[in-house]
């Protein structure tokens, strides 16, 4: 078996896709965390007092030139490098068995993937504001997951592609529902994924799974 080396920051952020991904797989990998201090202001982290010298050091040492200086990255069997953490996890479906059974399977699995991207970037517009975000859980989140649910195969559930969890779940969840996920407002996402029936049922058994939750229980605690 390969073995990998996933280094990011001492945070879930960009990374955490893939964490649960090497979880659901029941996959060993090394857990590479950079440590850094960080202010907060008005309860949220304040960028502009980042001081991360150990990531600093491996930039400048060209440990990380393989992903343009900058993390993640994922190192497979001590020298292939993997930067970019779409790509890390497009990779990682395949080599994980999370990429559904078929060709087909893994491009409806990746659009599933490329949809959240599309979420995610109309959750940063809006989140700042106290209406249109409203509007967001309300309205725009819960029709955007009407079509995704539409855009999805047959199947018999409970999961979104295929008979077993994959790829297509698990971002889902790290967007939706999962602990201290990308959403800061569970239960609002809760709310406007709750009469999307297969989209709810794929939350819910990512959430039953052994592995995840396992993962959850186990990481390391942190402001993001």
């Known amino acids: 078996m390969p073995t990998y080396k996933l280094t990011y920051f001492n945070v879930r952020g960009l990374a955490e ?14 857990d590479f965390r950079f440590n850094f201090s960080i202010d907060m202001k ?14 600093d050091a491996a930039k400048a040492a060209g440990e990380l030139d ?6 993640p990255i994922l190192t497979v069997d001590g020298s292939a490098q993997l930067g970019q953490s779409k790509a890390i996890e497009r990779y990682l479906a395949k080599a994980l068995g999370l990429a559904g059974s078929s060709d087909v399977e893994a491009a409806q699995i990746d659009a599933v993937s490329e949809t ?7 959750y940063q517009k809006v989140k700042e504001d106290a209406a249109t975000k409203e509007k967001f859980f309300t309205e725009d989140l819960p029709a955007s997951l009407a079509l ?12 979104l592609i295929g008979s077993k969890i994959s790829y297509a779940d698990i971002v889902v969840f790290q967007f ?3 602990p201290k996920g990308f959403i800061d407002d569970t239960e ?5 994924y709750g009469g999307v029936e297969r989209v709810a049922a794929a939350m819910e058994a990512v959430a039953a ?3 995840i939750q396992a993962w959850c229980a186990k990481r390391p605690d942190s402001i993001m």
Do not use: H, I
């Not at 008005?42 to 990531?55: I, L, V």
């Not at 393989?66 to 993390?71: F, I, L, Q, R």
């Open 188 to 192: 609002k996402a809760k709310a406007a």
């Open 148 to 159: 995704l649910e539409k855009s999805l195969p047959v199947g018999s559930g409970p999961f």
């Open 209 to 211: 799974n052994a592995e």
């Open 17 to 30: 896709t893939s964490r649960f991904m090497f979880a659901a797989a029941k996959q060993d990998y090394e």
């Open 42 to 55: 008005d309860g949220k982290p304040d960028f502009s007092t980042r001081k991360r010298p150990e990531f």
């Open 66 to 71: 393989a992903a343009g200086g900058k993390v």
């Open 176 to 178: 939706l529902s999962a």
């Open 116 to 122: 959240v991207r599309d979420l995610k970037d109309a």
